[in-house]
């Protein structure tokens, strides 16, 4: 089993910067692939990043060069840079994390960008 726990959501104006952090336990974190997605209200949860153990990022087209996703697995943890925030980046952003057949989640924080 493996536990998630988001931090750094909140209220930006466009333009803006926020980080996401996502703290990990229960599980060798370098084998675990991670991910962030993000669900806005009324729409299903989209994927934003991922990242492997070793690996770079994968992004959604619709953040491309505004975000980046990093891990650190001393820490356990994995980031989400988000730069030149929209207001259509509003939404709640989960953690997820995969090993094997094992599919976890965060409880989600929400990120609110004003125009």
């Known amino acids: 089993q493996v536990q998630l726990v988001e931090s750094g959501g909140g209220l930006v104006q466009a333009g803006g910067s926020l980080r996401l952090s996502c703290a990990a336990s229960?599980?060798?974190?370098?084998?675990?692939?991670m991910a962030w997605y993000r669900q806005a209200p009324g729409k299903q949860r989209d994927l934003v990043a991922t990242?492997?153990?070793?690996?770079?990022?994968v992004y959604a087209d619709s953040v491309k060069g505004r975000f980046t996703i990093s891990r650190d697995n001393a820490k356990r943890t994995v980031y989400l840079q988000m730069n030149s925030l929209k207001p259509e980046d509003t939404a709640v952003y989960y953690c997820?994390?995969?090993?094997?057949?094992?599919?976890?989640w965060g409880q989600g924080t929400q990120v609110t960008v004003s125009s």
């Open positions: 990242i492997a153990g070793g690996g770079s990022g």
């Open positions: 229960g599980s060798i974190f370098s084998l675990l692939v």
């Open positions: 997820n994390a995969r090993r094997g057949p094992g599919v976890y």
